[in-house]
């Protein structure tokens, strides 16, 4: 069973996910502007859309490679990008799987640990493949990366007697930018002084990174002014969000991304109930909003989802005299589309208010194996 | 590529859904032994578990029928059990899907308001299929359902006038109950009372109920003290997790649900990072317990998760002195196990410390159609 081409939304059994494609070429083409603008390499993270279909848009639109979180998603995009990053450290059987990429792909691997860097040395060791390394540094987030330059020396050091690993240079994830206090200027140059004296004390060391990959989506547009990053890795760019909206890294019209959804029941006074709940919209708070909800409406943002079950939204309507009916549709932007787009198998390309497009989330799931002749309980 | 069976856990890529398939069977005899014992209809909701193969094994346990949220989960679920309760308003394009059931499905539908039922009588009518229905009531939940009794009858009379609808009896969830104020005891008595009120109401307007479906996991040990009711639908008790443990619905010991995750980093101090984020584990807080993470390990209780990116898990080691090493693995009890499943395509079923089998979560894409002759953007 298809849809044809140019039906309208009314189609499309809810909850469904809605890509606006003219506001998708319009994300692409900026960050690639703002990327040769300022001489960055662009290496998007495919995260946050999951599929061959935008990696290659991304690609075509200028991305020197791509970046992956785990080697499952390194599998697919394969197919489309032939230079890949995996931004995680791969330990235990998920590097057989990255081994087993094609032997033409670029890859890269970004560690924290010597543990993780004998495992990857032995394994490329064994599959005779080369594999780029960055080493991971803590700049503030304290969640992975080397938190004393010292270790960072001693890892590059270590890759660097581990062929066939190449010591590329060094990655680091500011997570924390937006939490920390003061203003964006002060926040930057804080991270320009730290990275600074990272950059300097790994050269002086005789490990001057060929790399510097880094930046976060709070700072994105701002990536050039911190001093040494020579790569960013944006991801939420391409569909946008509501957190990436109210943090000024985007406008509410570049949201690409909502959740068709229907009105199923207005039987409680003051709210409607709509058919996308956690499992359609995920539960990622707004943060710093409290109280703000769940998502809110594309059309209507004074109406939030302000409380959820797994398939029911429930549509606060204090602050609007709009009174829906059952079975009207309603197109809800979520808080962090990453999450959202990894409930979804099926993304819809729409314009001029009709669907005009379909594609797979085709990296979402994890391609697990199955159990040999096993049967369930 | 398949896992031999009784591979050790280390054969698994992680994040990886394990099921201890003892604990499993012991969920499954016990929820089946309640309800005989109680002479109560067990139709188990498969939200949690979204797989036929669980499905087929409730079935086997005594269950007379299953409930369902979607109807994507209905056609799923039809390939092995014959009775099914959608117990969610259909309207749109979802009700073209639901009346393409096979024909020998018994097919029942919760619903609160005129305009679900006139669009199902509709479809029934035009599919010439008899479609049970429950008037769905709210008893103080506030989310669906009717909330006056008249309305309650108004919609059982516009039924019984919508051939080949079938009045068949009265839903409700009294999903607030957790909430509330007062002794479990006093609950029970506050809920035995606003449903007499109801089925007094409806029974006297002409509408006895010939089923009184309802129930909830906080009290679904207690449903037959609830007045009234003769069938029940309870979701989490297969697997169960750590709210349910932590409201008291289940032991420890029961909890049959895993996240097999690995060590990735520990370069941060008082802390390691697991390969399970908000990905793999949601983002359900543990509702009562603030502070209290995003899940716990199996095997040590005491050590959370108290961060999540999207692909990391920050355990806290601030209340134990084990100290993991990158490599090593864990399992994670998740605080609400029907969101966790919904992130994954596998089960591995798991025995004395091997992977014994596996199955798929064969209903959990909500199985879209592409559209014709599209192209990606």
Chains 1, 2 share one sequence.
């Not at 060791?125 to 803590?138: H, I, K, N, S, T």
């Not at 001057?208 to 001093?227: D, F, L, N």
């Not at 009105?263 to 709509?274: K, R, Y």
């Not at 919209?281 to 409380?307: F, I, K, Q, T, Y």
Request: aromatic letters at 6%; charged letters at 20%; proline letters at 6%.
């Amino acid at each position: 069973m298809t849809i044809p081409a140019g039906a309208p939304f009314a189609a499309l059994e809810t909850p469904a996910a809605l890509v606006d494609l003219d506001r998708l070429e319009r994300n692409l083409t900026g960050m690639a502007a703002y990327a040769s603008g300022h001489r960055l390499v662009l290496r998007p993270h495919i995260k946050t859309h999951k599929a061959t279909a935008i990696a290659a848009a991304q690609l075509a639109h200028g991305a020197a490679g791509l970046t992956v979180a785990t080697p499952a998603e390194a599998r697919v995009m394969s197919t489309v990008g032939r230079d890949l990053l995996l931004a995680y450290p791969a330990v235990g059987p998920k590097l057989a799987r990255l081994m087993a990429l094609p032997g033409d792909v670029r890859l890269t691997v970004a560690l924290d640990s010597a543990r993780a860097v004998e495992e990857l040395a032995a394994a490329a060791r064994a599959a005779g493949r080369p594999v780029r390394v960055y080493v991971e540094l803590d700049v503030g987030m304290h969640r992975v990366g080397v938190t004393a330059w010292d270790e960072a020396i001693a890892l590059a050091r270590l890759v660097a007697a581990r062929a066939p690993l190449e010591y590329a240079g060094i990655a680091f994830y500011p997570g924390h930018i937006r939490e920390a206090e003061g203003s964006q200027e002060a926040k930057l140059a804080a991270l320009s002084t730290a990275l600074g004296g990272a950059i300097e004390a790994v050269s002086r060391a005789g490990f001057a990174p060929g790399v510097v990959s880094g930046g976060s989506t709070p700072t994105v547009w701002h990536t050039h002014e911190i001093a040494g990053v020579t790569e960013f890795r944006p991801g939420t760019y391409v569909y946008n969000d509501r957190t990436t909206a109210e943090i000024g890294a985007c406008a509410w019209d570049d949201c690409a991304f909502s959740v068709l959804a229907t009105v199923v029941s207005t039987s409680v006074p003051g709210q409607a109930v709509i058919d996308a709940g956690a499992k359609a919209l995920g539960r990622e708070p707004m943060r710093g909003a409290e109280g703000e909800g769940w998502g809110a409406l594309l059309d209507r943002p004074e109406v939030v989802v302000s409380r959820m079950s797994e398939e029911h939204g429930i549509l606060d309507l204090s602050r609007t005299d709009w009174r829906p009916e059952v079975g009207e549709q309603v197109r809800v932007v979520p808080n962090h589309v990453c999450i959202v787009v990894h409930l979804n198998d099926v993304m819809y390309g729409v314009r001029d208010g009709a669907v005009a497009n379909s594609w797979p989330v085709d990296a979402r799931g994890r391609t697990q194996p199955a159990v040999a002749a096993g049967s369930a309980a």
